[in-house]
C-alpha cells in the first residue's frame, strides 16, 4: 500500500510540474500593459448633502475611469441611466450623455421636504452599476404642535381664526411637512360652553403651520377654559388651553401673542403676531375708538415688523404680520399704544447658521489637458457640517490654487442671498499633478478641497525653426530659435535635441521662456558649398513629440583664381590629394535620434592600411580624415541596439554615410532569460521524479523472494513452510 502511494504521489508531482511549467511560460506571453480606455463608471457627489428645501442641486457627477481610476474619454456618446432608492427623499434625472471625447457628464439632485439619505446608482451599458449616496438635512417632523394667538378670546359667539397647529421636530424647531401635508384633527374640551374648533386642518406640503377657526360660545359673566387637542397619523399629540372672557371696556394694557415662539428662518411673512387689548384683570377689551398700536423689532437682521396696525373699533384686537429673514436668531417685539401700557414677546427663528466653507471638488481626477472645468462647489456650513443659507447679501468667497501650474481656479465667486452654494471653474494645465483648492471669506473658516489630474492623452504641438544666418563659412556659428506652441499655445518646459544631417556640433539648449529654446550651431568644414539639414526634436510629458527642420549653407572661403604656373601645381596636388579623403558617418536609431558612444571599426580595409576606429560623438557623428582610397567594411556596436555593418568603396570623395541602429527586444531578452531557469527547475522536478520512480521499482525488484531450486526442495521444507 505504502508503495502504491509513493508511485502515485510522485505522478501526482510530475503533472503539477509539467502544468506550473506551463502555466509560467504562458504567462510571460501575456500583456500586462495597462487599459487605458474606460473601464468602469465612478459617482461624485459634492456637495455630500443638501438642504431638504424642495430644491434642485447640480451635485451629481458620473465620470468615465480606466481600470487604474484615471479618468478615460468616451469612444462614443454613452448614456447613463439614474436612479434614487428614496424617492421621496429626493430624486435624480433619469439619464444623462457623456458625449464622446469626454470623461463626465453632470446630473441634477432634486430634494424633497423630507430629510434622509437616498442612495443614487449609475449604470450604463457594456459597465458594472456604481452607487453613491447623498443626504438631505432638515428638521424631522415628530410633533403637531398647538398655540392661540390669541390664546384669550371674549367669549361673544363670533368666529376668530385664532388657533395654528405647527409641526416640530424633536427640539421643537419647525419642521417641514412632507409630500401630500399632513391632516391634523382638532377637537373642544368644552364646545357648549367655551367654543368650537374646525375639526379638520391640514398642514401644507413644504409649510410648518396651519390655522384653524375658534367659535366662543355666549358668556357675560365668567371666564371659562377649553383644551383643544391635536391628533394626526404618526406624529405626537400636543393641547391648548383656551380662555374666554366677558367683553371689558377701558384697556389698560396690550397683551402680544406670536403662536409658535419659533419660525423658519426662511425670508417668509408669517402672520401670527396678536396685538389684544385687555383691562388688569385679563379681561378681552373693546377698543372704544379705532386704537394705533406702534411696534417694532429688536434685532431686524431676524425679523421685522410693521411700524403699526390700527386695531378697529368695538375690536379686542389685530394681527400683525413678522417678516423673517434668513438669519437665524431671536428678537424681541415690542408693542405700544396711548394711555396703553406697552407689551413685549420675544421671537426666535430657527435655521442652521453659517460659520464655515466647504470645498468640494466634483469629480476631483480630471484629465491635465489645458481645458476648463465647472467642478468647484463652496458650500456655506454650520459648525455641524450642515449646509447653511447666506444671510446676508451674497458671500463674497476668494479661491487659491497651491499648483497653478496643475490648474488654476477663478479668482472669486459669489454664494447668492438665501442659498448655500456656489460654483466655481478650475483651469487644468498640461502638467499633471494635484493641487489644493482654498475657499476663503470673511467672517467664515477656511475650506479646502483637492483635484487631482492625469495625463490622459497627448496634445499635438507645431514647431517652428530659425537660424540667425542661413548661410555661414566652414566653422563659423550660427544661432538656432525654436519656437513651441500647442493648441496656440506656448509651451515651457520641453526638451529640445538638434542634429545635423552634414555634421557640425551644437551647444547646450538654453530655455528662453515663453516657449521659445535656442542653441548655437558650429559648422564643420566642407571643400564646396554644403547644405547641412539641422532637424530639432522637441518633447515634452503630455504633448506629442515634434520634428522642425531648417537648412545651413556652409561654404569654403573663398581664394583668388589661380594662374597658368600654379595651375599646374594645383591640378597636381589634386591628384596626390585624391589617394586620401574623409568619411563620415552618422548613426542614429530608428526614431532618428542621434546615437552617441556607438564603437565604429573597420574590419577590412586596403592592405597596408590601418585599422580605422572610434567612437560617434553627442550628435551621433565620426570622421575618419585622411583616408586612403579603397574597400572599406565597417562594423557598429551600441550597447541596447543590433549590431550593424556597412561597406563602402572610398575613391577619394567625401563621403557621408547614414546608418540606422535597431533597439534590442528587452521584452523578449527578459523572457528569455526568465524562460531559462523555469525550464531548468522543472527538468531538475523530473529528474526527481524519475529518480523516485527508479529506486520504487529497484525496491520491489528486492523484496521479490529468489526462484526456487528444485534440486535443494526437500518434502520436509515443504512440511515446514
Request: hydrophobic share 35%; proline share 6%.
Amino acid at each position: 500500500m505504502v508503495k502504491i502511494l509513493l508511485k502515485k504521489t510522485a505522478s501526482l508531482i510530475l503533472i503539477i510540474a509539467f502544468a506550473f511549467s506551463a502555466f509560467i511560460i504562458i504567462n510571460q506571453n501575456t500583456s500586462l500593459a495597462a487599459v487605458t480606455g474606460p473601464a468602469t463608471l465612478k459617482i461624485f457627489i459634492g456637495p455630500a448633502s443638501v438642504l431638504a428645501d424642495n430644491n434642485t442641486y447640480n451635485c451629481i457627477f458620473v465620470q468615465l475611469q480606466d481600470s487604474t481610476g484615471k479618468p478615460a474619454r468616451s469612444l462614443q456618446d454613452t448614456t447613463i441611466s439614474l436612479s434614487s432608492s428614496l424617492t421621496n427623499i429626493g430624486t435624480v434625472d433619469s439619464s444623462i450623455l457623456i458625449p464622446k471625447g469626454t470623461t463626465y457628464a453632470p446630473a441634477n439632485f432634486t430634494s424633497t421636504f423630507s430629510p434622509g439619505t437616498t442612495t443614487i446608482s449609475a449604470s450604463a451599458t457594456g459597465y458594472a452599476t456604481v452607487q453613491s449616496s447623498i443626504t438631505t438635512i432638515g428638521p424631522i417632523p415628530n410633533t403637531v404642535a398647538i398655540y392661540g394667538f390669541p390664546s384669550t378670546l371674549p367669549a361673544d359667539g363670533n368666529t376668530y381664526s385664532a388657533i395654528m397647529v405647527q409641526l416640530q421636530d424633536a427640539s421643537g424647531s419647525p419642521a417641514k411637512a412632507p409630500k401630500g401635508g399632513v391632516p391634523v384633527t382638532l377637537s373642544s374640551s368644552d364646545a357648549i360652553n367655551v367654543g368650537n374648533v374646525t375639526q379638520n386642518v391640514v398642514i401644507p406640503e413644504g409649510k410648518t403651520f396651519a390655522t384653524a377657526n375658534f367659535t366662543t360660545a355666549l358668556n357675560y359673566t365668567k371666564i371659562q377654559t377649553a383644551i383643544i387637542t391635536t391628533v394626526a397619523q404618526g406624529y405626537t399629540s400636543q393641547q391648548l388651553t383656551i380662555t374666554t372672557t366677558p367683553i371689558a371696556s377701558n384697556p389698560s394694557l396690550i397683551k402680544i401673542f406670536v403662536g409658535p415662539s419659533q419660525v423658519p428662518a426662511d425670508d417668509n411673512a408669517c402672520p401670527q403676531i396678536a396685538i389684544e387689548l385687555q383691562n388688569a384683570t385679563g379681561f378681552t377689551a373693546d377698543a372704544p375708538w379705532d386704537t394705533i398700536v406702534s411696534m417694532a423689532s429688536s434685532d431686524p437682521s431676524v425679523g421685522q415688523i410693521v411700524s403699526q396696525i390700527t386695531i378697529p373699533a368695538n375690536q379686542t384686537y389685530g394681527v400683525a404680520t413678522l417678516n423673517t429673514t434668513y438669519k437665524p436668531g431671536t428678537t424681541t417685539i415690542t408693542a405700544v399704544g396711548t394711555n396703553i401700557l406697552r407689551g413685549q414677546q420675544a421671537i426666535t427663528t430657527t435655521g442652521f447658521v453659517p460659520s464655515q466653507l466647504a470645498v468640494y471638488c466634483s469629480p476631483s481626477v480630471l484629465p491635465s489637458d489645458n481645458s476648463t472645468y465647472q467642478s468647484v462647489q463652496v458650500q456655506l456650513q454650520d459648525s455641524q457640517g450642515r449646509p447653511a443659507k447666506d444671510p446676508q447679501a451674497g458671500v463674497i468667497v476668494n479661491l487659491f490654487s497651491s499648483q497653478p501650474t496643475v490648474g488654476s481656479v477663478t479668482s472669486t465667486l459669489t454664494i447668492p442671498f438665501g442659498q448655500t452654494q456656489a460654483t466655481g471653474t478650475i483651469t487644468v494645465a498640461n502638467t499633471a499633478g494635484s493641487t489644493v483648492i482654498t475657499a476663503q471669506a470673511s467672517s467664515y473658516t477656511t475650506g479646502q478641497g483637492t483635484v487631482t489630474t492625469y495625463t490622459i492623452d497627448f496634445s499635438p504641438t507645431q514647431i517652428s525653426i530659425t537660424p540667425t544666418l542661413s548661410t555661414i563659412d566652414n566653422g563659423q556659428k550660427t544661432n538656432l530659435t525654436v519656437s513651441l506652441t500647442a493648441d496656440n499655445a506656448l509651451v515651457t518646459g520641453a526638451t529640445i535635441q538638434f542634429t545635423s544631417d552634414n555634421g557640425g556640433t551644437f551647444t547646450t539648449t538654453t530655455d528662453q521662456g515663453n516657449g521659445s529654446y535656442q542653441t548655437t550651431f558650429s559648422a564643420p568644414s566642407f571643400t564646396k558649398a554644403t547644405t547641412c539639414t539641422i532637424t530639432a526634436t522637441a518633447s515634452k510629458t503630455g504633448y506629442v513629440t515634434s520634428q522642425g527642420t531648417t537648412e545651413v549653407t556652409v561654404q569654403p572661403p573663398q581664394t583668388a583664381t589661380p594662374t597658368s604656373n600654379t595651375t599646374q601645381t594645383t591640378e597636381s596636388n589634386s591628384n596626390s590629394t585624391n589617394s586620401v579623403g574623409t568619411i563620415q558617418m552618422l548613426i542614429k536609431d530608428s526614431t532618428g535620434n542621434p546615437l552617441s558612444n556607438a564603437a565604429v571599426n573597420s574590419t577590412m580595409q586596403p592592405f597596408g592600411t590601418a585599422i580605422l576606429s572610434g567612437t560617434t560623438n553627442s550628435t551621433g557623428y565620426i570622421t575618419f580624415a585622411n583616408v586612403t582610397v579603397g574597400q572599406y567594411s565597417f562594423n557598429i556596436l551600441k550597447d541596447g541596439y543590433v549590431n550593424s555593418g556597412t561597406s563602402i568603396n572610398f575613391t577619394g570623395q567625401p563621403v557621408n554615410a547614414t546608418l540606422t541602429l535597431s533597439a534590442l527586444n528587452v521584452a523578449a531578452t527578459n523572457k528569455n532569460l526568465l524562460t531559462l531557469p523555469i525550464i531548468i527547475i522543472v527538468i531538475s522536478v523530473i529528474i526527481v521524479v524519475v529518480v523516485v520512480l527508479i529506486l520504487l521499482k529497484r525496491r520491489r525488484h528486492d523484496d521479490t523472494p529468489p526462484p526456487l531450486n528444485p534440486s535443494s526442495f526437500s518434502l520436509s521444507q515443504y512440511r515446514e513452510s
